[in-house]
Structures are given as C-alpha cells and as structure tokens.
C-alpha cells in the first residue's frame, strides 16, 4: 500500500497502492514534466464543518472526497488536475457591459419610438382630450349631434334674436379649441324675442327688462289707477309675445287720476280715453278755426290731479254751415250744437220727434223767411207728422239727413231756372259737387199714377161758337201738369239731388242729401235703376 502523503493543505492524503491499475495507467498516460515544488500552487481546503481532528487512515481516506491518488514515483511530475467540488460556492460569472454609448443609443432609440406613438395617438386624439369642431352656423340639431360624438354633453343657451331662429351663433370652448370633454361645452342657438313679464313692475326695471330682451322702440303711456305710481299695469304686445327689436311696444303705467292732454284729439276718442282713465265727460260747442269736432281746451285743464270718476269739460270746435242751405255743413256737426245754430238762425222747431230704429233725429224747423229745413232719415219726401215739439237735437238725436226748401228770399240767383244751370247754381250754394246725372218730367221711368177722372164735357153747341170765317185763334196745347228737373251726384259717402219745379204753374225748388247707403237700400227696379228719377218721382208725385 501507498504511504500516505500530506496534500498543499496539511491535510493527510491516503495514497492508492502500487497495484491500482488505473493509477498506473494514469501516471503512464500522463504527460512526463518536471514542475519545480515552489511552482505548483498552495491550496488550501477547508476544513469541513465538524470533521474531526484525528488524522484518516488509508482505508478512511478512499472513501474522503478530496482524496486524489498521486504518482509516487515522482512527485514533481506534472500529472491531470482532478476535478474536486469546492464546497465553497463561487460568484456567478459576470456579464459582459454594453458601451456607454450604445446604451445611450438604444434609450435614444427607445425615447424616440415612445415619442412617436405619442405623438401620433395624441394627434389622433386617443388622449388629450378632443378638438371643439365648428359648429357655428349649423341648426341646433346638427350642432349637438357633432359635439355628443366627441363625448361632449352639449348644454344649449338660448340668444334672443330677429332671425335665424335655431342656428347655432356661438360656442363655448370656442371651435378649435382641444378641452377635455368631461367638461363638456355650451351652445348658443338663435331664439326668437319674447315679451318679459312685466306687469306689476315699477316703470324703470320694466324698462330696463324690455332693453335686455332686445327691445329699442319702448313708448310709455300713462293711466290713471288706484295702483301705485309708476306700477305698470298692462304692456301691447302681451307678455310672451313674439316681436323684433323693431316693433313697437307700449307700456300702460299707473298715475294718480290726472286730467289727460287731450286737445287737438276727436271728440269720441277724448271721451273714450277720459272713461278708460276712470273720468266722465261734459261737452259744450264753441266756435273756432279747429278741426271741426276735435277738442279745443279742457276744464279742468289737463295735468291735474282730480278724484275718481270727475267730470271733465271738454270745449269742442263744431263749425257751423256756413248758411242754413250748407247741407254738407250738418252732416258732421255735433247734434247738440245744431240746435243752439238754429236757434240762433231765427229758426222755429215745428216738429221734433227721434226715430225709433238707429235714435236718429226727425225735425223741421222754419225760417223767418219762409224756407223750410228738415232733419230726416228720409229727405226724399217732405212728410212729417206733427205735434211732438221736442228738441231732439239737443239731446243728442244723429243726423241722418238733410232736405232744405229754399223760400224767395234765401233762393240763389239763377236757382229757379228749370235746366241744368239752375241746377248747378244750387250745387254751389249747398255746397254739392260731382253731378252724375239729371232727369225731367219728360224722360222720367216710374210708376206715374193715372191723373183723376173729368166728368164728360157736354157736347158744344155749334151755333154758341164763335164765327170765325175761318180765321180765329187756334187752340194752345195744355201743359204738363208736373213740370221740374232733377239732378243728382255723390260726394263722398253721402248722395245728393237738387229738384227745381212743380205742378202746374208752382216752382219749388229742393235741395236734400243722405247716405249712399239709404238709396242703395230701396228697390229701383221700378225706376230703371235710377237715383235720379227715383227721388224726382217722390219729390214731384208723392210728396
């Protein structure tokens, strides 16, 4: 058996003896070089953990793992490492580092790639939020519609305006603007203007409520009311009415009860503004260069503060007719003046009663000289009852029309003449124009009555006739009985006629006028469908 050696560690080493085969086929197989004892390394093992201290025999030592059997017979002999596990753990093999700059390179590389995805999902909006596309000009439906795809909740704000209703006018973010659409965004869409409520506002915010609703043509009327000063009681149009800035809008605002301004205004309408304003009315006539039955001034005069329900004068200008014969000069004057007028005239009422359809006046009244004039509703005929003597003018009974008999003296000159000068000459003092058309005893179409029967006249005897011896005055043709022309026209709404003539040996001369619509309403069939003729057969046959 080998002698156990020492290893480089002082560690006994058993030595395989000389018999071992493979021991010597190992030191023959082993390449022959001599290394000099200082060469060969120092190797220390540890000692294994709780190995004991005593030294290992040879047998002990075949089976210790870190025995290696050596060549005896030369122990400077370079012979085959034998591998032995170290139960020391080594390090793990250190990895080869890349170049700073390569690695500088790929973080650029990287940074770039990351950049561009970025770049390119930002751009197709992936992130970041959405761009407000245009919708400025687009119907509110098709505004919403483009926003709500984006995500956006889309709040609409009505913009009062003239035109345009429903089209988008602005938006907030504004178009091209990138916003979150969490946020979402604002329309504003065209709406059409509205009257606000304002009644029982005071005056100044009413005002101003109307100025920012768009409002510029603001009129301010006052009324009188039991409600507070400056309250405003209704506005035209109504609230929630439809208008453009344009129209014109009235505010009613309640005032303390105060006499109105009301001259220069029309009669009715001074009245009716008076009773809407919570006042009552008198009227007297004066005469004055106004406009004829418009007020001229006001008792109390307006601006004064006057209870509920006070009577206010209101001073009327009603130009008379220039003469009694002015027939156009009494269809628009006032009722009551006309009876002072013709009072004052020296004319003496004959008849006075109010017809009982329409409350309009029948009259006569005679002149000093004769003439005769008739407030009627019919002035075609002269008829009238008598005995009722009451002053209807005066209380207020409407003129229907009118039909004045000239007497001698109030005859204009040429008046009487039977043609169509006469005529004219009696247009011109009435005051009539627009003759249409004349008509006379000769050509009249109407329903003329048979004259009365004449007894038979005896036969005549021959021998009380006058001899003649052929020579003797022959016999004149007998006129007419009924003699006259008659001439009618129009002049605004009203009809008139002029008739000159009469029966037998008597001339009379008329002069009448209505309302075109009082001769539209009788049947002239009978009279070939004319005005003239038919009021010349009333005048001369039946009246």
Same mark, same amino acid.
């Given at each position: 058996?080998?002698?156990?050696?020492?290893?480089?560690?002082?560690? #006994?080493?058993?030595?395989?003896?000389?018999?071992?085969?493979?021991?010597?086929?190992?030191?023959?197989?082993?390449?022959? %070089?001599?290394?000099?004892?200082?060469?060969?390394?120092?190797?220390?093992?540890?000692?294994?953990?709780?190995?004991?201290?005593?030294?290992?025999?040879?047998?002990?030592?075949?089976?210790?793992?870190?025995?290696?059997?050596?060549?005896?017979?030369?122990?400077?002999?370079?012979?085959?490492?034998?591998?032995?596990? &170290?139960?020391?753990?080594?390090?793990?093999?250190?990895?080869?580092?890349?170049?700073?700059?390569?690695?500088?390179?790929?973080?650029?590389?990287?940074?770039?790639?990351?950049?561009?995805?970025?770049?390119? #999902?930002?751009?197709?909006?992936?992130?970041?939020?959405?761009?407000?596309? %245009?919708?400025?000009? *687009?119907?509110?439906?098709?505004?919403?519609?483009?926003?709500?795809?984006?995500?956006?909740?889309?709040?609409?704000?009505?913009?009062?305006?003239?035109?345009?209703?429903?089209?988008?006018?602005?938006?907030?973010?504004?178009?091209?603007?990138?916003?979150?659409?969490?946020?979402?965004?604002?329309?504003?869409?065209?709406?059409?203007?509205?009257?606000?409520?304002?009644?029982?506002?005071?005056?100044?915010?009413?005002?101003?409520?109307?100025?920012?609703?768009?409002?510029?043509?603001?009129?301010?009327?006052?009324?009188?009311?039991?409600?507070?000063?400056?309250?405003?009681?209704?506005?035209?149009?109504?609230?929630?009415?439809?208008?453009?800035?344009?129209?014109?809008?009235?505010?009613?605002?309640?005032?303390?009860? /105060?006499?109105?301004?009301?001259?220069?205004?029309?009669?009715?309408?001074?009245?009716?503004?008076?009773?809407?304003?919570?006042?009552?009315?008198?009227?007297?006539?004066?005469?004055?260069?106004?406009?004829? &039955?418009?007020?001229?001034?006001?008792?109390?005069?307006?601006? /004064?503060?006057?209870?509920?329900?006070?009577?206010?004068?209101?001073?009327?200008? #009603?130009?008379?007719?220039?003469?009694?014969?002015?027939?156009?000069?009494?269809?628009?004057?006032?009722?009551?003046?006309?009876?002072?007028?013709?009072?004052?005239?020296?004319?003496?009422?004959?008849?006075?009663?109010?017809?009982?359809?329409?409350?309009?006046?029948?009259?006569?009244?005679?002149?000093?000289?004769?003439?005769? *004039?008739?407030?009627?509703?019919?002035?075609?005929?002269?008829?009238?009852?008598?005995?009722?003597?009451?002053?209807?003018?005066?209380?207020?009974?409407?003129?229907?029309?009118?039909?004045?008999?000239?007497?001698?003296? #109030?005859?204009?000159?040429?008046?009487?003449?039977?043609?169509?000068?006469?005529?004219?000459?009696?247009?011109?003092?009435?005051?009539?124009?627009?003759? *249409?058309?004349?008509?006379?005893?000769?050509?009249?179409?109407?329903?003329?009555?048979?004259?009365?029967?004449?007894?038979?006249?005896?036969?005549?005897?021959?021998?009380?006739?006058?001899?003649?011896?052929?020579?003797?005055?022959?016999?004149?043709?007998?006129?007419?009985?009924?003699?006259?022309?008659?001439?009618?026209? %129009?002049?605004?709404?009203?009809?008139?006629?002029?008739?000159?003539?009469?029966?037998?040996?008597?001339?009379?001369?008329?002069? *009448?006028?209505?309302?075109?619509?009082?001769?539209?309403?009788?049947?002239?069939?009978?009279?070939?469908?004319?005005?003239?003729?038919?009021?010349?057969?009333?005048?001369?046959?039946?009246?």
């Amino acid at each position: 058996m080998a002698q156990d050696e020492k290893n480089p560690l002082g560690e #006994t080493v058993a030595m395989p003896p000389d018999s071992d085969p493979d021991a010597t086929q190992l030191a023959d197989e082993a390449p022959t %070089r001599r290394v000099a004892p200082e060469a060969l390394p120092t190797i220390v093992l540890p000692a294994e953990k709780d190995a004991p201290e005593t030294a290992v025999d040879g047998i002990d030592a075949l089976g210790d793992p870190y025995f290696s059997p050596v060549v005896p017979n030369d122990l400077t002999e370079a012979r085959v490492p034998v591998s032995i596990p &170290s139960p020391v753990q080594s390090l793990p093999e250190r990895k080869r580092r890349l170049p700073r700059w390569a690695v500088a390179l790929i973080v650029v590389v990287l940074l770039a790639c990351a950049g561009g995805v970025a770049y390119y #999902t930002y751009g197709q909006e992936m992130w970041g939020g959405k761009t407000i596309p %245009r919708v400025v000009g *687009l119907t509110q439906e098709e505004a919403t519609r483009a926003l709500e795809n984006l995500g956006f909740a889309v709040s609409v704000q009505p913009v009062a305006a003239d035109d345009g209703f429903g089209i988008v006018l602005a938006c907030s973010p504004s178009e091209g603007q990138r916003v979150d659409p969490a946020n979402g965004a604002t329309i504003s869409v065209a709406s059409q203007r509205t009257i606000p409520q304002i009644v029982g506002m005071d005056v100044e915010s009413a005002h101003q409520a109307l100025l920012d609703a768009g409002a510029e043509n603001v009129t301010l009327s006052y009324q009188n009311s039991d409600q507070p000063a400056g309250t405003v009681l209704a506005v035209s149009p109504e609230e929630g009415s439809a208008f453009v800035s344009s129209d014109p809008i009235t505010v009613t605002v309640a005032r303390a009860f /105060t006499v109105p301004a009301l001259e220069g205004m029309p009669l009715s309408d001074a009245q009716a503004q008076l009773e809407a304003g919570g006042l009552t009315s008198t009227v007297i006539y004066v005469e004055s260069d106004a406009e004829k &039955s418009t007020v001229v001034s006001l008792d109390p005069p307006a601006g /004064t503060e006057v209870a509920a329900g006070a009577s206010i004068t209101l001073a009327v200008a #009603t130009p008379m007719p220039h003469e009694p014969y002015d027939l156009m000069g009494y269809l628009d004057a006032a009722p009551q003046a006309l009876s002072v007028y013709l009072a004052d005239a020296g004319y003496t009422l004959d008849y006075g009663e109010i017809y009982a359809s329409g409350g309009n006046a029948h009259v006569a009244y005679t002149g000093a000289s004769g003439d005769l *004039l008739q407030i009627t509703n019919e002035p075609e005929t002269a008829h009238y009852a008598g005995g009722s003597q009451a002053d209807v003018l005066a209380r207020g009974a409407g003129v229907g029309g009118v039909r004045y008999a000239f007497s001698a003296e #109030t005859l204009p000159e040429g008046g009487a003449t039977e043609n169509e000068s006469g005529i004219r000459a009696v247009m011109e003092a009435c005051g009539l124009e627009g003759l *249409l058309d004349t008509c006379t005893e000769s050509d009249i179409v109407a329903p003329i009555p048979d004259p009365e029967p004449q007894e038979p006249a005896e036969p005549e005897d021959p021998a009380d006739k006058e001899s003649t011896d052929g020579e003797g005055d022959a016999e004149e043709p007998a006129e007419p009985a009924h003699h006259f022309i008659c001439g009618y026209g %129009r002049q605004g709404d009203y009809t008139w006629a002029v008739i000159i003539g009469g029966y037998e040996g008597s001339t009379r001369v008329v002069a *009448l006028v209505a309302p075109t619509a009082h001769f539209s309403s009788v049947n002239l069939s009978s009279f070939g469908g004319s005005v003239c003729d038919y009021i010349a057969y009333i005048d001369q046959y039946t009246g």
